[in-house]
Every structure is written in structure tokens, then in C-alpha cells.
Nanobody, 125 residues
């Protein structure tokens, strides 16, 4: 069992930055692939980024590539999402998730077993 708690969201102007954190409890955090997803009002939850258990591989949605960076610190049981050059269309609730998806499915929310409660990111124009 893994429990996830996100933090770091907020209101920011377009072009600004935030650092989202996801703190995990449980002894097996380092064995999970970690993902960030987001959901805007009236839209489906969408993949943002993922990182392998070791941190050696990272994956991004095309819409955030070059602006967002995912990282993890297994010693602290924490995964991060640095979000830069924010745009109004990045406004959403951001969720972190833990799972063991196959490579082909790591962008699929259904492949993740544990989810946090989400943190709101609002970008004003």
C-alpha cells in the first residue's frame, strides 16, 4: 500500500513556475513508476509525465516537453514536477500516481494503482 500526498500548487501568472511535490508513504516507493496526470474542468484526466523506479528514464506529454521536468528522490520518498513557462491551458488539478505499468502503457491512468488527492494549479493570463 502506498499513500500519496501532493503539494505545491497555486495561482501563478502565465510564464511563471511552480514546483509540485508528491510525498509517498510505504516501504516500496522506490519500486514504483511514478506519474503525474492532470485534469481540467470538463476534460478527461491526461498524462503529463512519468519517471521510472530508478529515475533513469523520464517520459513527457508533447504538450509539456521542454517546460516540465519530473524527478524523484527515493531516499525522501518524494517525486517532483518542476513546471516552468506556464500557460493558461496548464490550469488543472495535478495528481501523482504510483504503479508498475508496462512501457507501452505508462501514459494510461488505468495502469496506476495509487493516487493522491491532487493539487490545484491555476495560471492566469
Amino acid at each position: 500500500q502506498v499513500q500519496l500526498v501532493e503539494s505545491g500548487g497555486g495561482l501563478v501568472q502565465a510564464g511563471g513556475s511552480l514546483r509540485l511535490s508528491c510525498a509517498a508513504s510505504g516501504p516500496t516507493f522506490s519500486s514504483y513508476t511514478m506519474g503525474w496526470f492532470r485534469q481540467a474542468p470538463g476534460k478527461e484526466r491526461e498524462f503529463v509525465a512519468a519517471i521510472s523506479w530508478s529515475g533513469g528514464s523520464t517520459y513527457y506529454a508533447d504538450s509539456v516537453k521542454g517546460r516540465f521536468t519530473i524527478s524523484r528522490d527515493n531516499a525522501k520518498n518524494t517525486v517532483y514536477l518542476q513546471v516552468n513557462s506556464l500557460k493558461p491551458e496548464d490550469t488543472a488539478v495535478y495528481y501523482c500516481a504510483a504503479g508498475r505499468p508496462l512501457y507501452s502503457w505508462l501514459r494510461s491512468a488505468s495502469e496506476y494503482d495509487y493516487w493522491g488527492q491532487g493539487t490545484q494549479v491555476t495560471v492566469s493570463s
